[in-house]
């Protein structure tokens, strides 16, 4: 009688608000002694644990193509002017084409890679400091330490937190020059590939000028053909000067389908510019088939044909000749890209030893007092409710049958 007057019980019957009072009341130095002693532990065990630093470097990445063959192309595809920025050159069509948001996106991938974090591992010597067997355990501590994102003004933030300030200060920093070598060992490998291709195409250009001019000198020598007058000389200048542009622009493809797909934005730009410059060509061509004396025009067919023939034939070496010079241009333009000593990443800030620890210590204690305390409270409800089962004669039954089924497992390891 006495235990059910100071004892709430859980049975069938209706459970008063009061009850759960009573039962928080009865084991509230349980609750909050607990909760003070985990909030201690966890005070005490972030004191023992070393500080940690977090440096943080600032860089921005690229705002115009690495490589000035590269301008020349994009100048010849209608793309803007040399050193245009960077999201209409390839870091932005190749961000489109992954489907990150900015062009520092990419660059965060890049940072992200293997490549620039083994280069960071050996630079330091992270295995043996990490104590990593594997390099990727020590890829993955690394990962854990950095922090890496692309902010909204396109700076891209580099976040390095560890025991030594200097050494996260230099980790950050060397982060962002690994980046700056990786991407000038990339627009050196590009231009020696542009170089490749355009120095063939430069000697087929020379040897096509040749020929054309020889073509030319033996035709004048065996038919002792007239001397053109300005005005068609000028005609005959505008149609080698589009014939020309027309080839830049199939170069400047034949050069993006080694990067892009056929459905790119700049690809699909520049062969409909080709199209129309074709067109252009085409009227130009049939203007120049009619030859004018005053205001009346003869057509081709009352023309000598030995003029006709001489016209046609220089028109060829002066297309020859301005495809060479073009050639020659961005040859030179990829002979100096891989000579010069470029910074491609411009570091806004750099990473300084920090002053003040990064791990934080009061919030980890409040979370740990407020998860100890809620569970001592679903502790006291549950030995209130295994009192309550023992008090009633019918749970103590089952409690003694559950006790005699699990003896069983006993008897084993008491023999």
């Not at 909030?39 to 490589?67: D, E, G, S, V």
């Not at 490998?189 to 195409?201: S, Y």
């Not at 050069?255 to 074709?278: C, H, W």
């Not at 990443?345 to 740990?368: C, F, H, I, T, Y």
């Amino acid at each position: 009688m006495l235990e059910s007057n100071h004892n709430p019980t859980i049975d069938d019957g209706e459970i008063h608000p009061l009850d759960y009072l009573i039962v928080l009341a009865r084991h509230s130095r349980m609750i909050i002694y607990g909760s003070i002693t985990a909030m201690a532990l966890a005070y005490l065990i972030l004191l023992i644990l070393p500080n940690r630093y977090t440096a943080i470097a600032r860089l921005l990445p690229p705002q115009q193509n690495l490589t000035l063959s590269a301008q020349l192309l994009n100048s010849l595809g209608g793309g803007g002017v040399p050193g245009a920025p960077i999201a209409g050159g390839m870091a932005g069509t190749a961000a489109g084409l992954l489907g990150l948001k900015s062009p520092s996106d990419l660059y965060v991938n890049i940072i992200n890679g293997n490549t620039i974090y083994d280069r960071i591992i050996e630079r330091f010597n992270l295995r043996q400091l990490y104590k990593a067997k594997y390099i990727e355990t020590a890829r993955q501590v690394l990962a854990s330490k950095t922090n890496i994102s692309s902010q909204k003004d396109g700076i891209i933030a580099i976040e390095v937190t560890d025991k030594d300030p200097r050494r996260a200060a230099e980790i950050a920093n060397a982060f962002s020059e690994e980046l700056n070598k990786l991407l000038q060992g990339l627009a050196v490998q590009e231009a020696t590939g542009r170089l490749t291709f355009l120095d063939k195409e430069r000697l087929q250009t020379s040897q096509n000028l040749t020929k054309a001019e020889n073509i030319l000198r033996t035709f004048s020598e065996q038919n002792n053909v007239i001397q053109i007058d300005t005005q068609t000389r000028g005609a005959l200048e505008y149609i080698a000067q589009l014939r020309a542009e027309i080839d830049a622009k199939e170069v400047r493809i034949q050069v993006m389908r080694q990067q892009a797909t056929p459905y790119n934005f700049d690809m699909m730009r520049s062969e409909t510019e080709i199209k129309g410059l074709r067109d252009k060509l085409a009227n130009a061509e049939k203007q120049y088939d009619q030859t004018c004396a005053g205001d009346v025009c003869l057509t081709t067919s009352k023309v000598p044909a030995l003029g006709l023939e001489y016209l046609r034939l220089y028109r060829e070496v002066k297309f020859q000749d301005a495809l060479y010079q073009l050639y020659n241009k961005m040859v030179e333009l990829a002979r100096l890209d891989m000579m010069k000593d470029f910074t491609v990443v411009q570091v806004v800030d750099q990473a300084l030893p920090a002053e003040k620890r990064s791990n934080k210590r009061l919030l980890p204690v409040l979370l740990a007092g407020t998860i100890t305390f809620f569970m001592m409270i679903l502790v006291a409800f549950g030995l209130q409710g295994w009192r309550n089962a023992r008090a009633s004669e019918e749970n103590s039954r089952r409690l003694g049958a559950l006790r005699d089924n699990l003896r069983q497992w006993t008897h084993p390891f008491r023999r």
